[in-house]
């Protein structure tokens, strides 16, 4: 029988994330990002990470917090619109910045986890996306060569998860999580809602078990929305 893999709190999840990690965060906009693990690593100061996101939050929240900490040495990601200090940090010279294309973003991970090394796609082809990487046409369309993406530690958020690591995401959050959780070393997951092994039902899980290394229940969301928009009356 497997052994619970639970850990009593984010502080004992993140301990071994050292200076000049390389690690995944979960999470589309201010939609399922770990919240715990996030404000963990802040505690923690540590320094130079090399972060993999498709945002990196908004200031003072999220993967901002972490931007405002000075813990964030380069960041690979897709969309950076709702943070001001992500702006001044890359206009400076404080942070590299790499922005890719949002599917290409998730295909990079999703083969990372995979094991496989790269890929074609015809996105960014002829724009400065493409400036360095081999091309190549098939049946007259160009391509562009993109690498898969790995780590050495992936930060996911579920909705539910057992104590052996089975994870189930709900709506939205079920964006960059899952691929995530496959495509590094060390998988930490917190859950809203932590049960026993067999509460789950098997047809229902998005993440099997043998993926993920540590697993805590979360507490205190706040669940924030990045940019509310209301309609005028």
């Known amino acids: 029988m497997p052994l619970s893999k639970v850990v009593a709190s984010a502080d ?3 301990r071994d994330i050292h200076d000049g990690a390389t690690i995944m965060v979960g999470g589309f906009g201010l939609c399922g990002i770990p919240e715990n693990l996030i ?8 320094k130079h990470l090399n972060t993999i996101s498709n945002n990196v939050g908004v200031d003072e929240f999220g993967l901002g917090l972490m931007l405002a900490a000075g813990q964030i040495k380069s960041h690979k990601g897709s969309y950076v619109g709702e943070n001001k200090l992500l702006e001044d940090m890359v206009l400076s010279g404080r942070i ?6 949002q599917g290409t973003l998730a295909e990079r991970i999703r083969a990372g986890g995979a094991g496989i090394p790269a890929f074609y796609t015809p996105t960014g082809f002829g724009t400065v996306v493409a400036e360095g990487k081999e091309t190549r046409e098939f049946q007259g369309r160009p391509y562009v060569l993109e690498r898969a993406l790995t ?6 958020k579920a909705w539910k998860g057992d104590q052996w690591g089975n994870l189930i995401y709900r709506k939205t959050a ?3 999580n899952p691929m995530m959780a496959t495509a590094a070393k060390i998988t930490i997951v917190e859950v809203e809602h932590l049960v026993e092994p067999g509460e789950l039902d098997p047809d229902q899980i998005h993440t099997p078990s043998i993926y993920v290394q540590r697993i805590l229940q979360g507490e205190n969301y706040e669940k ?5 928009t209301l309609r005028k009356t």
């Open 39 to 46: 404000a963990a690593l802040v505690r923690k100061g540590v």
């Open 174 to 176: 079920r964006n960059f």
């Open 96 to 101: 590299d910045l790499e922005l890719i294309p």
């Open 224 to 228: 924030r929305i990045e940019r509310r």
């Open 151 to 156: 780590a050495e530690f992936a930060l996911v």
């Open 12 to 14: 004992e999840a993140v």
